[in-house]
């Protein structure tokens, strides 16, 4: 038996010692391939992004005109007291710089918008990436990737159209701007320019909006509702959804923990914090008609881009307090005259039915659909008549039920133009309503039962004006109309109304140019005109009384404004010269070449009355009247300053003389209301025929103000509605407020005056020792001549 071989095993090598195979090759072929790969896609990367950038960012704007940076930013209007009175925008933006604009609020905004700002160099690879992965789990687009500079380069440059194409060029310019402008100056310019809702653009105008306030006044959690609302300003306002905007400032404080901004105990106490909002407004305008009046000025001298896209700062001469007092007279005496007119009926009538809740309803929602400022101001609101009694009327209102007794609307008589409306009273309710009556109410005060005690009231439908100047010719108020939004007609400057007798003095003055004097005699008697001999058109002028009064001085014929007498004076000094005098005052509307004119049969404007009425105030000089002190653009630069246009148009001597008289026209004549103002006060009423316009120019040393009232439409106010009934309770109410606290002046007195004691019947002078006899005053290169049966004149001192 053979014996077997011990198996042997082969030894196997260390690792060190293996010989390489064939695969080592393999592998390094593998890895030059890939190096080879990774390089030739990183050149067509490369040249891939080359080809991009450069088929993209043709025709892409240069990012460097931000160096001048000038977006739409909104024109504002000062008063005299640099106060501000209204904007014109497009967009309402008002910059700020960094400086002004809270640490917080910025933070905010890197918070919600872009937390890699100061990292990153214009697009952040990293916020892509996460949105993408974010979209495509959601499977809509719920986040994007864009940075602060991309929304600005979007913004300044491009359309918001979505799609690959924009945002290519969105990224290029946003690395533009990157390599341009500093973090601090594209994050400044991102805060001025993105919108914010509601017509707020820019951090300031945000401010303001949302919480009345200027950026730099906020607190911490209204920077985060402000910095918040850019990606969705309508769906996050907190004017349309509160809790959606608390949720999203909320969201923002969370952020800003995170980052630690703020810390995590303040985060808690702010998100429980209420928004407490400012209460949004429709455009700044105090001064409607005066505002526009300017608008159409600069627009005409600039152009509407420079109004509404370029920021200028006008300085008005405006005093806001009496343009206030001035629209709150207007609207309550034409409320108060418009009564005397008479009751026009219900606003509408409906059916009550016996569920009071819907009907509660209704009076609500027509309250919400039709109220302004002056309405609610004064608590005045629509309301339905629920039931009416002998003496009674049960009321549904807002706010409650409320009674109308009749003596809160015993006005509501039918309206009649031949009754006077002050005497003219309803004695039963019944007499101007019935139940289902919708009507305007006036709550007063309540009554002992808990109802509202109430008035009836109505929409004027008169309408009314005022202006009024300073001596130096700056407009301190101008008022066109009941109500800016009801009508835009600027009744102070486009509507031209005949002026009556408050054009007398124009003609007055004129005759004491011409030798007259305020003693001169006129016979105040009948008198027939006719243009010819074969005309049989006569003119049978006569005074407001239908009476005449003999020999008459020309200060008597003033003071109770006797109309033939005028027109003796005009026919004595001749029409043309008339005509030519009124154009030296500034009148420029056309004049009828007929003696008419003397009793104000032309039309005119109220801005040119008041205008021609300082002649008289500044001594016979007139000074064009100015509205603006100064305009600087947005640089802070005086592009508009007007010049002082005076010209001596009378000689100061006359201009007192005619001022001398119409003080006596307040102290004994048509104006004698107006002595209630307690100072030196001159001034004219006029009234038309058949009471259809109502008049009163006057001024004191310091203020020369007009007032018109009358309907858009040619027709009769009613019986005896004159310009001393009509316009001067506004007048008076204006210029009380106007000047109270002003000491009391008295007009100047020209050099060029001497004053006589006269004796009133003839106008000649006197000595002292005649008991009929006063003091008058004349041209001192005129003096009156001397009564025959008088030794001597008696001059006094001008003073």
């Not at 835009?488 to 011409?514: D, M």
Request: aromatic share 10%.
């Amino acid at each position: 038996m053979t014996q077997k071989k011990p198996r042997t095993f082969k030894k196997i090598p260390p690792k060190s010692a293996r010989k390489p195979r064939k695969s080592r090759g393999f592998l390094r072929f593998l890895w030059i391939s890939g190096i080879s790969l990774f390089l030739i896609c990183t050149l067509a990367g490369f040249i891939g992004a080359g080809y991009i950038y450069f088929k993209y960012s043709k025709d892409l704007p240069d990012v460097r005109v931000l160096k001048n940076y000038h977006p739409n930013i909104i024109t504002q209007l000062y008063s005299e007291k640099d106060e501000l009175i209204a904007e014109f925008y497009v967009e309402k933006r008002i910059l700020v710089p960094a400086e002004k604009i809270p640490r917080q609020l910025k933070q905010a905004t890197l918070a919600v918008e872009d937390s890699n700002f100061y990292s990153h160099f214009g697009i952040d690879p990293k916020a892509i990436f996460r949105a993408m992965i974010t979209n495509f789990q959601a499977g809509h687009v719920v986040e994007g990737g864009s940075t602060i500079t991309q929304q600005l380069a979007k913004t300044l440059f491009l359309t918001p159209q979505r799609n690959l194409e924009r945002k290519i060029r969105e990224a290029i310019l946003a690395v533009r701007l990157e390599m341009i402008f500093t973090k601090e100056e594209i994050l400044e310019m991102y805060l001025n320019q993105i919108y914010y809702g509601h017509g707020a653009y820019g951090v300031e105008g945000a401010a303001q909006t949302y919480f009345g306030k200027h950026v730099e006044e906020l607190a911490v959690e209204e920077c985060a509702l402000i910095a918040a609302l850019p990606k969705a300003p309508n769906n996050y306002s907190p004017y349309r959804n509160l809790k959606k905007a608390t949720a999203r400032r909320n969201h923002a404080l969370r952020r800003m923990a995170t980052l630690n901004f703020i810390s995590q105990a303040e985060m808690e106490l702010l998100t429980k914090t209420n928004i407490r909002l400012g209460g949004i407004s429709d455009k700044l305008n105090k001064a409607p008609y005066f505002v526009e009046y300017i608008r159409q000025f600069i627009q005409d001298e600039y152009g509407s881009s420079k109004v509404y896209r370029d920021g200028l700062k006008v300085f008005t001469t405006l005093n806001l307090k009496n343009q206030l007092v001035a629209q709150g007279a207007i609207r309550t005496n034409l409320r108060v005259a418009d009564k005397r007119y008479g009751y026009r009926g219900p606003i509408d009538r409906i059916s009550v039915g016996e569920d009071l809740y819907e009907l509660q309803q209704y009076v609500s929602r027509i309250n919400e659909e039709g109220s302004n400022d002056y309405n609610e101001t004064h608590n005045i609101s629509r309301g339905v008549v629920l039931d009416v009694d002998d003496q009674d009327v049960l009321v549904l209102m807002s706010s409650g039920e409320g009674i109308i007794n009749i003596s809160d609307m015993e006005w509501a008589r039918k309206p009649n133009i031949k009754l006077d409306g002050r005497w003219a009273k309803i004695k039963h309710p019944s007499n101007a309503l019935t139940r289902g009556d919708v009507i305007w109410v006036k709550k007063l005060d309540v009554r002992e039962d808990g109802r509202w005690r109430a008035a009836l009231e109505q929409e004027p439908e008169v309408e009314g004006a005022l202006m009024s100047l300073d001596r130096k010719g700056h407009i301190k108020s101008m008022v066109g109309g009941y109500d800016f939004g009801r009508s835009q007609f600027n009744r102070a400057v486009q509507a031209i109304r005949q002026p009556g007798s408050a054009f007398k003095p124009i003609i007055f003055a004129g005759a004491i140019s011409e030798g007259f004097t305020p003693a001169s005699i006129i016979i105040d008697s009948p008198v027939i005109f006719k243009e010819n001999e074969h005309d049989f058109d006569k003119w049978k002028p006569a005074n407001f009384e239908k009476k005449f009064y003999g020999p008459t001085s020309l200060r008597t014929a003033l003071t109770h404004s006797r109309n033939v007498v005028t027109i003796k004076l005009l026919q004595s000094i001749g029409i043309q010269n008339a005509i030519s005098l009124a154009r030296q005052f500034g009148i420029t509307s056309h004049m009828e070449d007929n003696l008419s004119i003397a009793l104000g049969s032309s039309g005119l404007t109220l801005f040119e009355l008041t205008s021609a009425y300082s002649v008289f105030a500044n001594l016979g000089k007139r000074i064009k009247p100015v509205s603006i002190r100064y305009i600087e653009d947005r640089k802070g630069q005086v592009i508009y300053q007007p010049l002082p246009e005076v010209e001596q148009v009378l000689k100061s001597g006359v201009g007192y003389l005619v001022t001398s008289l119409m003080q006596s026209v307040v102290n004994e004549g048509t104006g004698s209301k107006v002595k209630a103002l307690n100072r030196p006060v001159a001034g004219k009423t006029g009234t038309t025929n058949d009471f259809v316009d109502a008049w009163f120019l006057g001024f004191t040393p310091e203020l020369i103000t007009g007032v018109w009232v009358g309907k858009d439409v040619d027709e009769p106010l009613g019986v005896n509605e004159t310009g001393s009934r009509t316009a001067i309770p506004i007048w008076l109410e204006y210029m009380q407020a106007a000047l109270g606290g002003l000491p009391i002046q008295d007009f100047p007195i020209s050099k060029e005056v001497s004053f006589y004691k006269i004796n009133p019947e003839t106008g000649k002078a006197v000595t002292s020792n005649n008991g009929n006899s006063k003091f008058e005053v004349f041209l001192t290169d005129h003096p009156p001549e001397k009564d025959i049966n008088s030794s001597q004149s008696i001059m006094a001192n001008n003073f």
